[in-house]
């Protein structure tokens, strides 16, 4: 009750100004008419103006003029022929942006890992992560392959709406690296072939890892190479088990994928 008294009062105050002091006072409200001098305008504007195609005037707000990383929903139309290729370039049409991008497509897991896709899926919705000009969430997205008039198909690839701007959004797809025991001294086994430096296989220290035969085990430390026929990227892992030398082991895991920055202003 006494927020409606307010604006009320608030109101009444404001329709007793003029209307000059009240603009200097709220500002320009919504929906009223303002007159616009240009300058510099080319001479073939007025000659190809026409008055049945308006023109709009926008302005961006400063969150929006900026580059960065967008998360959007997306799915595939349904009168669309084809279903979408990860990193494939798209025209995609977004609040008062119209550009190109090359998206990473997505689906997330029960455990909000994204998990990359080759294809968009077939009538479910999927993750498109790309790079590209700021838009607000909640936006609608509408996506296309070609811009020419005369395809004989239906242009709308998909349609979707973005969800957040969030740099550290992260895509990973699986990875299966293979290697084999070059030396074996009970459940400790020397494993090569599976990575290529020391470094590599830092990033994997504590790893779980197993053989085709059932046998886990758990990488330990990288070897120095140059001793006993040992390379770079050799490591030493123990295991439940001893292994023989006909053994295959793998290693399953995930990598982070990159999301290409590219965008084309159309």
Not at 114 to 127: G, I, V
Not at 170 to 184: A, D, E, N, R, Y
Not at 209 to 224: D, E, F, P
């Amino acid at each position: 009750r006494d927020l409606g008294a307010r604006v009320a009062r608030t109101k009444a105050a404001m329709d007793a100004l003029d209307p000059i002091t009240r603009v200097q006072v709220e500002g320009h409200r919504p929906g009223t008419y303002m007159r616009l001098q240009f300058r510099n305008v080319p001479c073939e504007f007025m000659a190809h103006f026409r008055a049945e195609s308006p023109l709009l005037v926008g302005v961006l707000p400063a969150v929006e003029q900026g580059m960065g990383y967008m998360q959007m929903r997306l799915k595939r139309h349904r009168w669309s022929p084809r279903i979408l290729k990860n990193r494939d370039p798209l025209i995609l049409s977004a609040g008062w942006r119209r550009f190109q991008a090359c998206p990473v497509y997505a689906i997330e897991d029960n455990n909000g890992r994204l998990r990359m896709l080759k294809y968009t899926p077939e009538h479910m919705h999927c993750r498109a992560v790309l790079w590209g000009p700021m838009v607000p969430p909640n936006t609608g997205v509408l996506a296309l392959q070609t811009l020419q008039a005369n395809t004989s198909s239906w242009r709308i690839s998909a349609t979707g709406v973005v969800l957040e701007l969030d740099a550290s959004t992260k895509v990973v797809k699986k990875l299966k690296l293979v290697g084999t025991p070059s030396q074996i001294n009970r459940n400790t086994a020397f494993v090569t072939g599976m990575f290529n430096s020391q470094l590599e296989v830092a990033k994997f220290e504590g790893a779980s890892i197993r053989t085709v035969s059932g046998i886990r085990g758990t990488i330990k430390k990288a070897l120095r190479p140059g001793q006993k026929g040992i390379r770079d990227g050799d490591f030493r892992a123990t295991f439940e088990d001893k292994l023989i030398k006909s053994d295959i082991v793998f290693l399953r895991a995930w990598t982070a994928v990159d999301v290409p920055k590219f965008v084309n202003p159309v």
